[in-house]
């Protein structure tokens, strides 16, 4: 199951700097997502895939999930997901201004 | 346990909340920012105080003991950042107040500001290193905002650049701590450093401590910095002057605390990439430094320079060096703050940041011309100010310890310092108006006041380096030997 699960991961990170590396901002975009995608998958994978039953005290059972991890994916996702919205605002509001969402285009601009 | 401690993430965090339901009253905004600010300097003082008195202070985050739970840790070196972290705020503040201009007043700028304090005083208090990841996407998610705000197309183009560059960092920041919990099961950094020496530093963990490595780099501008000169550039000078004298740092206490507590076992692989890295630095730095006729990059491509420099500084890890990096980064964050400060009142003033197009100031502004002329022998590191003590004790441990190349690029790039700034001196101060249309700053003596109160700190610091000195050696001894901060830490 970890190999299959970091299989994903590897194919999500190549997909996704791929897409950051292409010119067109909703591109970049994605890609960032994708990559950002992986690394919780990769926290997720690193403490081991369901190893125990649920961290709680009523469970009696012999071997418990490591909690933390979720905890700290959690964190993460939340983090990702405020800073993906700014991204997109920010990204729109650069289309809006300059007219293209080619990342060449802005550059042009500044020659001028 | 000091529930002192969480009081300097507190109050910016709680300033900012009450800020933005404030967004029309922009007087009362500017009342209570300052109140916190110097709340902020107050209980920055209290912490040195009790530190200095008492040893390493720690608060367990809601009484669970390490390595449960997140840890805050004030040692010397972090109780000292945050202080002057928390002068060089107040000082910025004060700055945006003359300068910074209704309309971005009213569109949160003051809530960003105080969230960007929260996130650098947070990153310099934790003591866990996830902990340190959410800190540092505070404080990036303020500066992003900071940085965009007023929108225009310089400001969207380079926050786009900016963005991206944080935002791959921070992936690969996330992944490094998966690796590593994976490697010890643990992120507190007390633990860590005790799992790393049990462990020893072989195979994986070189490869974690390169990533981090990398990632505090893209963060400190340490070779990485290809982003800095154009994205530093963009925002208005009191935010400039803020993201110069804390960002990079906050990139450099990391790499400085990393280096210094938990990746201390392979110095060869780690600490000679660190030398590597800072000598590129200094030279890249000191290239762009000279290349450039405007304010603004010279300016930026100083902070590089002693980005580099503070890097040797903590390359060669004896306890002498470690002081003057603890020394030269509370001196360069105040005297950087102070070096856009004279930038900001130069440019509104000539109405202009080119630097050919300047000339004649110092009849109009004798007194900024001669703040930046002394300000420039400070950043060189000329005996009697702020610069020379950190310097001195970097360089003279970088010969003893057979660091000689780097030492002497160290000291070469101390005259590219002088030679860039005095350049620009020369240029604004010197001369005749080349300008016929005299922009008169408006509020000249509201910039001055901050501006003086830094220039008096570079003068104090340098004057009695010897009293600075007795708590800079406490924190260089915590850095120098881990035991004492894994101890203070995991003691209960």
Redesign the interface.
Known sequence: MELVVALAIGVLFTVGVYLVLSKSLLRILLGTNLITHGVHLLLLTMSGLKTGAPPLLGEKAEAYVDPLPQALILTSIVISFGVTAFFIVLAYRTYRSTGTDDVEGTKEERQQ | MNNLLVLPLLIPAFTAVILIFLKERVDLQRIISAVSVFLNILVAGIIVYQVSTKGIQTLYMGGWLPPYGIVFVADMFAALLVLVGAIVGAACLFFSFASIGEERERFYYYPFFHFLLTGVFGSFLTGDL?NL??CF?VLL?AS??LI?LG?S??Q??E??KY??VN??S??LF??T???L??ATGT?NMAHLSMRVAEAGQGGVMNVIAVLLLIVFSIKAGLLLFFWLPDSYSAPPVAVRALFGALLTKVGLYAITRTFTLIFIQEPGLTHSLIAWMAGATMILGAIGALAYNDLGRIFNYNIIISVGFIAFGISVATQDSLNGVVFYLMHDMVAKALLFFLGGMIISASGTDRLKEMGGLIRRYPWTGWMFFVLTLALVGVPPLSGFAGKVMMVRSGFGQNHVALALIALASSFIVLYSLIKVFQQVFWGGEKREEQVKPLHYKAMMAPAAVLFAIVILMGVGAETVNGYVSQAGAVLADPALYINAVMKE
């Open positions: 996830f990841f959410v996407e998610v992003y905002a965009v929108g197309k310089g969207l183009r926050t786009l963005v991206l935002v791959i921070s992936s996330v992944a701590l998966a690796y919990y994976a992120l």
